[in-house]
């Protein structure tokens, strides 16, 4: 994956947190698959039988192998750094999740939530992680 590209779009500290996130992925972590980044001022909440919650990132399958990760900047300007660097680490563990498909299984399920979670975590963003469960806490679903 070209990584010159993948984050030109994006205003100066989302530039820097993606390329500090890309920096510590594996060789080869994308298996071809192409991916953009862009930002949203817009605000997107979460429903699904939870009280509104704000999005962070989006997933979209685009095309075959095609993906966009939309930075809802409203959300994420209240974040530090290092949260900002888990929601990157685990949208990109997402991709490898193939979550965002139109066929399979639902894009928000728990299986893929928890494959991305456990793909980002392996990639070295344990630290990461745990400052982003202090500052964005989800509520439970009922």
Not at 82 to 88: A, G, M, Q
Not at 102 to 113: F, H, Q, V
Not at 114 to 123: G, P, R, V
């Amino acid at each position: 994956m070209k990584t010159n590209n993948i984050c030109m779009a994006l205003s100066a500290r989302y530039q820097r947190l993606v390329r500090e996130v890309l920096d510590r992925l594996p060789s080869g972590w994308h298996r071809d698959r192409v991916v953009r980044l862009e930002e949203s001022r817009e605000t997107l909440h979460l429903t699904h039988g939870w009280p509104a919650v704000a999005y962070a990132a989006r997933l979209q399958f685009k095309s075959d192998e095609a993906w966009i990760i939309t930075l809802y900047t409203s959300s994420l300007d209240t974040l530090s750094d290092e949260s900002v660097r888990w929601i990157v680490a685990r949208e990109l563990g997402r991709v490898l999740s193939e979550a965002g498909r139109p066929w399979g299984r639902k894009a928000n399920s728990t299986p893929i939530e928890e494959k991305a979670d456990a793909l980002a975590i392996k990639w070295g963003f344990s630290r990461e992680h745990r400052r982003f469960e202090e500052e964005y806490a989800l509520p439970k679903a009922s």
